[in-house]
Nanobody
Framework: QVQLVESGGGLVQAGGSLTLSCAAS????????MAWYRQAPGKQRELVATITSAGIKNYKDSVNGRFTISREIAKKTVYLQMNSLKPEDTAVYYC?????????WGQGTQVTVSS
């Protein structure tokens, strides 16, 4: 069974940057669509960015132009580079496939953006 482990979150001031990593235990990052999701307090989990097996990227409108999803196939890792962070980006960030698979959810990584 594949496990996904997120890391790289933290506390940052508005306008700052963070890079999240998602390490997969199996070789999936280049064969299926991988995605980053986030869940803010009191809100539903939402899709933030996706990267297909062909490397095509898509973003939620509110992060387009500020976030970049990428992958390193050899390292079985997916990244989310986040720039120009805003307080409304505060959430727990998770990686999974798109569509998500219930047994792939990890612990996530907390991102907190202070104003």
């Amino acid at each position: 069974q594949v496990q996904l482990v997120e890391s790289g979150g933290g506390l940052v001031q508005a306008g700052g940057s963070l890079t999240l990593s998602c390490a997969a235990s199996g070789s999936i990052v280049n064969i299926i669509t991988m995605a980053w999701y986030r869940q803010a307090p009191g809100k539903q989990r939402e899709l933030v960015a996706t990267i297909t097996s062909a490397g095509i990227k898509n973003y939620k409108d509110s992060v387009n132009g500020r976030f970049t999803i990428s992958r390193e196939i050899a390292k079985k890792t997916v990244y989310l580079q986040m720039n120009s962070l805003k307080p409304e980006d505060t959430a727990v960030y998770y990686c999974n496939t798109d569509p998500w698979r219930s047994n792939f959810w990890g612990q996530g990584t907390q991102v907190t953006v202070s104003s």
